[in-house]
């Protein structure tokens, strides 16, 4: 089992910028690449970002990309996600997933953290 901890959500105003960390833990962990999904109001989840376990490889969507870095740092077991720039269309709870196919369809969620971007 593993067990994934966000945090760092929180209202900021349009052009400001968050950090989200999510911690890891649990003996299934180790060997796992890490990715962030969000749910906006009446949407369904989306994936926004992965990483590799090494941190050499990341993915992103399209609508982020140039605004949002994932990163990842393997002594404390926590993947960030540093998201610059923001807008009122990146309101959503953002979700860390872990393991399985992470882009698609992780094995394993946290709970979430809610990010609200006001205009």
């Known amino acids: 089992q593993v067990h994934l901890v966000e945090s760092g959500g929180g209202l900021v105003q349009a052009g400001g910028s968050l950090r989200l960390s999510c911690v890891a833990s649990?003996?299934?962990?180790?060997?796992?690449?890490m990715a962030w999904f969000r749910r906006a109001p009446g949407k369904e989840r989306e994936f926004v970002a992965s990483i590799g376990r090494s941190g050499g490889t990341t993915s992103y969507t399209d609508s982020v990309k140039g605004r949002f870095t994932i990163s990842i740092d393997n002594a404390k077991n926590t993947v960030f996600l540093q998201m610059n720039t923001l807008q009122p269309e990146d309101t959503a709870v953002y979700y860390c997933a872990s393991g399985g196919a992470v882009a698609t369809r992780p094995a394993y969620w946290g709970q979430g953290t809610q990010v609200t971007v006001s205009s």
């Open positions: 649990g003996r299934s962990y180790f060997g796992n690449d």
